[in-house]
């Protein structure tokens, strides 16, 4: 049976893809944008795309609870813009 579900980018090394059930996304605040999901016996950290919800198989689905960026060196550093954009910003910001 196909459930619709939002894919999920494990951090760092570990390429992959899995998939969490949209209901249980959409019920997380929309800042929410770190999960733990898991994986075997272990709860590994992700970043959920909340963009492209996807009709997926019920058995791909995996469990995930929140989590936060300081809990993933690797995920603050993935959201986190680069320091030049960052600059780019702040000048274009500036008045003239």
């Given amino acids: 049976m196909a459930v619709w579900a939002y894919e999920c980018r494990p951090c760092g090394d570990g390429g992959g893809?899995?998939?969490v059930a949209r209901v249980l996304v959409d019920a997380l605040p929309?800042?929410?944008?770190?999960l733990r999901v898991k994986?075997?016996?272990?709860?590994?950290?992700?970043?959920?795309?909340?963009?492209?919800?996807?009709?997926?198989?019920?058995?791909l689905l995996r469990?995930?609870?929140?989590?936060?960026?300081?809990d993933c060196p690797e995920c603050a550093a993935r959201n986190q813009a680069p320091?030049?954009?960052?600059?780019?910003?702040?000048?274009?910001?500036?008045?003239?």
């Fill in 17 to 19: 893809t899995w998939w």
């Fill in 30 to 34: 929309t800042e929410v944008s770190v």
């Fill in 39 to 59: 994986v075997g016996a272990d709860w590994r950290c992700a970043t959920v795309d909340r963009s492209r919800p996807t009709a997926v198989e019920a058995q």
């Fill in 63 to 70: 469990q995930a609870v929140t989590s936060d960026l300081q």
């Fill in 83 to 96: 320091p030049e954009a960052a600059h780019e910003a702040a000048a274009a910001a500036a008045p003239q």
